[in-house]
């Protein structure tokens, strides 16, 4: 299958192309695009995961709270992002959280499901709207 037949990770219901796909690293090359809200920044990190895009992730995080480095474990693939609430977030807005649950598996045994709920903050910064962090892990 190939990125313009893909359905696209987060779950939208669109085409990744036309979806998450033009803002990651590897179909956003010539001109950056920036996710509008919270929410779709928050759903392009979950299919940045989906495709082990860590270049797109790091590039996304605020400077703040962003880890030097960042490496996938191949061996978790993400298949599942419900997006449970969000406050504040939108288009014209500086701030605002989204409460998301993320669903795994293990790629060795994919029988082995797992899940979590988080609870996290982004920020806009010019036209671009950055993760900072977890405000709450369940």
């Known amino acids: ?18 979806c998450c796909g033009r803002y990651l690293d590897s179909a956003n090359t010539v001109a950056r695009t920036f996710p509008p809200t919270a ?7 979950f299919s940045a995961f989906a495709l082990g895009d860590a270049g797109y992730l790091l590039r996304t995080w605020h400077s703040d709270t962003r880890p030097e480095t960042l490496e ?6 993400w298949y599942l992002l419900e997006i449970l609430g969000t406050e504040r977030g939108g288009p014209f807005e500086r701030e605002g959280v989204v409460t998301f649950r993320a669903h795994y598996r293990s790629a060795a045994n994919r029988k ?3 899940s979590f709920t988080e609870t996290s903050s982004f920020t806009k910064v010019g036209s671009q709207w950055l993760y900072v962090q977890a405000l709450e892990l369940q």
């Not at 299958?1 to 036309?18: A, F, I, K, Y």
């Open 1 to 18: 299958m190939t990125t313009d037949t893909m359905r696209c990770p987060c779950h939208s219901g669109e085409l990744l192309v036309n």
């Open 39 to 45: 929410e779709a920044l928050m759903r392009s990190r």
């Open 72 to 77: 996938l474990d191949p061996d978790q693939k």
């Open 112 to 114: 082995l499901r797992d």
